[in-house]
């Protein structure tokens, strides 16, 4: 969920083309599969010409579950330039959770994707390779943001803590049948972090 | 990585012999591909029948990167029944990277199957089942010990980071080119996620 309110004119009608692209390939594909669909009905889909879809993609599968190495960029320069003074924690909340205008939109794009990469197991190495290349885009922001040494693996379990913390926050919001708001459920999961994971009260009455 | 102090005899016995034809599968696939790869070569490495590889496994690809239910079963137990009093970072720490006689040894089973499932991207949709059985089978056993309700999202969130900070971890000592043990990396980021992640001091001097 890239952030869109730092982004200017020019760079927010790019991110929604590019959006645009990725969703109508990922719908044609769940309707009717993935051999047969060309990269004429993905354009049309999304009302461009097939050779505004190559400035974006180079084939249908890096449509379907690429990342657009503009969008890393803008992740990353979003992470790094958040208030000097906020925490790891709240920097990367902000970033990967917040600043969505439509939580509901960003969601359901998601959605396509797991489904689809659910459906065509071989999208799989590319799916986790756009995942890769997000954390690792957020590891490296995060290391100029606070000035460690390149060896110091502090980013880099707290990016990882947080996608995880994030993933479960999600999935536990829909699996109880998203009771609630997800950004509610979103900014509970990090305080949870932030507060160094302690037992909640129960019946058992644990620490 | 499984935890064995608390097995019985029987039980270890077991183990070793899942992981004798698991580790024998891993090399015989590395070293000479996995379409030739047969059920017999695995149970002759491992010195034992092809009888016993079934009681064992369902077929190669299990071997390879599957996980035994009875190794689920045992990380969920040992989970559940860490001292009632135990944080619950510590209680998940003890069972993923303490009681491992050598960690050496881990580390060399898990490379080779993450070694195997880049060359082999057919294998990715197991192995990410068999990681996601794992995660499932430890956010069980923090409920059953915290005694939360199954749509509180904690145990969730807090397997989640655990587990990447985890894998950061590891990884970030690997880059780092295995400098000190590798015991102290994950006690120091186990720590830190306890601390609720706070930013390192360093050069630039933020908080």
């Known amino acids: 969920m890239p952030p869109t309110a730092t982004l200017s004119r020019r760079e927010r009608k790019k991110l929604e083309t590019h959006r645009a692209l990725s969703t109508a390939a990922r719908e044609l594909a769940l309707a009717s599969g993935l051999d047969g669909l ?7 889909a999304a009302d461009v010409s097939v050779r505004t879809f190559f400035n974006y993609f180079s084939c249908k599968e890096e449509a379907l579950v690429g990342v657009e190495p503009a969008v890393l960029d803008e992740l990353g320069a979003e992470l790094e330039h958040r208030p000097a003074d906020e925490a790891p924690l709240d920097a990367l909340k902000a970033v990967l959770a917040s600043g969505v205008d439509d939580v509901e939109e ?18 799989l ?5 756009a995942l ?34 994030l993933r479960a926050a999600v999935s536990s919001w829909e ?12 900014d509970a999961a990090f305080a949870t972090l932030a507060a160094g994971l302690p037992a909640p009260r129960t019946r058992k009455g644990r620490r």
Chains 1, 2 share one sequence.
């Open 175 to 186: 699996d109880a049948g998203r009771k609630g708001s997800l950004d509610d459920a979103v």
């Open 38 to 44: 060309t990269v004429e009905e993905i354009a049309d």
């Open 132 to 165: 890769a290349e997000i954390e690792a885009a957020l590891v490296r922001a995060l290391t100029a943001r606070l000035g460690t040494d390149p060896t110091d693996p502090f980013p880099a379990v707290a990016v990882a803590a947080a996608m995880g913390a």
């Open 125 to 129: 190495p590319r799916h986790l390779a």
């Open 106 to 123: 960003a969601m359901r794009r998601w959605s396509l994707r797991t489904e689809l990469v659910r459906r065509h197991p071989s999208l």
